[in-house]
């Protein structure tokens, strides 16, 4: 199973970025995390560059990759200042890892869901109207796979692939891009989900209703199919959840 750390995008940036992936991951984690509130000022740049022992154009270019995630604004003489949270990137994949990173299980768990609840019954409806005959066979292909897996960790990449194509099937770029973004806080659900020992057997008949219902060209059918596996899937996590609290996202 993989860990939080194997998503991080800076977790394997090659060894002469290491302290600009390090410098980056831990504002935004400091950020995000609620270390540092909207308003506060990043620490002195003196300080920065005595902490990491970099040079001030390193700093200056982890700075810019921050302001570019929407996390903070520089100014001439102030520094660089925490922005609102409304004004973050959210779908950007590491702040979405910080999200994930910093949130307890539970309250994130419950913020996809409610995201999903919102995005994937319509994402579901407009496919079964718009989708081509490829895009349905890659969906097909997608649920095959998951049909196919031995194991928990072989069902993850087709399972995240049979929601990813549902999105790209709508024909609405915009659209595809929120299923592509939402895959690491999709993965993310899915590990958990996936602690339940008959893991298979629940997701298996759920998918393969979705899909028989783009198949059918059934918009309707295709918005109820997706509730249905997104309300099981949520009775399916909180009872990973209530299990003493036992859970294992790392």
Do not use: C
């Amino acid at each position: 199973m993989k860990t939080r750390a194997d998503h991080a995008t800076y977790s394997a940036q090659p060894e002469g970025k290491s302290q600009h992936g390090r410098i980056v991951g831990e504002l935004g984690l400091a950020i995000v995390g609620g270390d540092l509130q909207p308003g506060d000022k990043l620490p002195p740049e003196a300080q920065l560059l005595e902490r990491y022992e970099i040079s001030r154009p390193v700093l200056r270019e982890a700075v810019r990759v921050l302001v570019a995630k929407g996390l903070v604004v520089s100014r001439q003489r102030a520094g660089a200042i925490v922005r609102p949270r409304n004004e973050w990137h959210l779908l950007d994949p590491d702040v979405l890892y910080w999200l994930i990173q910093a949130r307890p299980p539970r309250d994130f768990v419950q913020t996809l869901l409610e995201v999903r609840q919102v995005f994937e019954p319509a994402a579901a409806a407009l496919a079964a109207r718009a989708a081509t005959d490829e895009q349905l066979a890659g969906i097909a292909q997608a649920y095959e796979g998951m049909a196919a897996a031995r194991t928990t960790a072989e069902l993850l990449e087709p399972d995240l692939a049979f929601h990813r194509r549902i999105a790209e099937a709508t024909g609405n770029d915009l659209l595809a891009y929120i299923g592509n973004m939402l895959s690491l806080a999709l993965r993310e659900s899915i590990t958990l989900s996936s602690q339940l020992p008959n893991t298979h057997e629940l997701s298996l008949p759920r998918h393969k209703a979705i899909l028989t219902a783009l198949q059918a060209r059934d918009p309707l059918g295709a918005r109820q199919a997706t509730l249905v596996q997104l309300d099981e899937t949520g009775d399916d996590i909180n009872s990973v959840l209530a299990n003493d609290g036992r859970v294992n996202l790392a």
